[in-house]
């Protein structure tokens, strides 16, 4: 079953803008990573958080874990054509042999 | 370059007959995993391995099957048995302990069975 949740289900925005997307969970974990998919590819690793951290950074990637709410927030900054992708959460649960994935979110940079 | 390949990238197959996804890693990765993916749903794990000879089922194993007799390697069989084979399926692999690492994925074999 899936865990991860993700809001919005698409975002479109313009280029240059920034975008955010949510995730939502609902059990104990370990971690927490964000992953991109290109239409019709595999999936590329873009950062892990642990339950322990609060904040990441990665490039012009920033992502936020509140594990008191069991979310998290990933914010693609100053956004360009290129990340246009579909973007999902994944969690490692505490004592569960499994990540789950979320659906996902749409999203779409327009030039 | 090291990665993981995923083959054929398109496959047809008619109802009843089984069929075997290749994925073979070259990053020298303990685990391997397989999930599905179907139009606007998550990824659902299938089957995983952390280490050779030894592998465990995932939320829908039924109606699958695989082997990991080579540390390289961790082929899927969707058999007759599964009622809705229709989908794209992704293998991945992670250095380490099982789910506590980023996962490397292939680019996935789209299998379409009629």
């Known amino acids: 079953s899936q865990q991860g949740e993700e809001d919005p289900q698409a975002l479109s925005i313009q280029e240059g803008e920034n975008a955010t997307m949510n995730c939502s969970y609902k059990t104990s974990i370990n971690n927490l990573q964000w992953y991109r998919q290109n239409s019709g590819r595999g999936l590329v690793h873009l950062i892990l958080?642990?339950?322990?951290?609060r904040e990441k950074h990665s490039g012009r990637l920033r992502v936020t874990l509140d594990t008191s709410k069991k979310s998290s927030s990933l914010l693609i900054t100053a956004s360009r054509a290129a990340d246009t992708a579909s973007y999902f959460c994944?969690?490692?649960?505490?004592?569960?042999?499994?990540?789950?994935f979320g659906a996902g979110t749409r999203l779409t940079v327009k030039p | 370059d090291g990665g993981i390949t995923q083959s054929p990238k398109y496959l047809f197959r008619k109802e009843g007959q089984n069929v075997t996804l290749s994925c073979e890693q070259n990053l020298n990765h303990d685990a391997m995993y397989w999930y599905r993916q179907d139009p606007g749903q998550g990824l659902r794990l299938i089957y995983y391995s952390q280490i050779v000879n030894d592998f465990q089922k995932g939320d829908i194993a039924e109606g699958y099957s695989v082997s990991r007799e080579k540390k390289e390697s961790f082929p899927l069989t969707v058999t007759s048995a599964q009622k809705n084979p229709t989908a794209f399926y992704l293998c991945?692999?992670?250095?380490?302990?099982?789910?506590?690492?980023?996962?490397?994925f292939g680019n996935g074999t789209r299998l379409t069975v009629t």
């Open positions: 958080i642990r339950s322990n951290e």
């Open positions: 991945a692999s992670s250095p380490g302990t099982v789910f506590n690492s980023p996962l490397h």
């Open positions: 994944a969690t490692a649960d505490v004592g569960n042999n499994d990540m789950r």
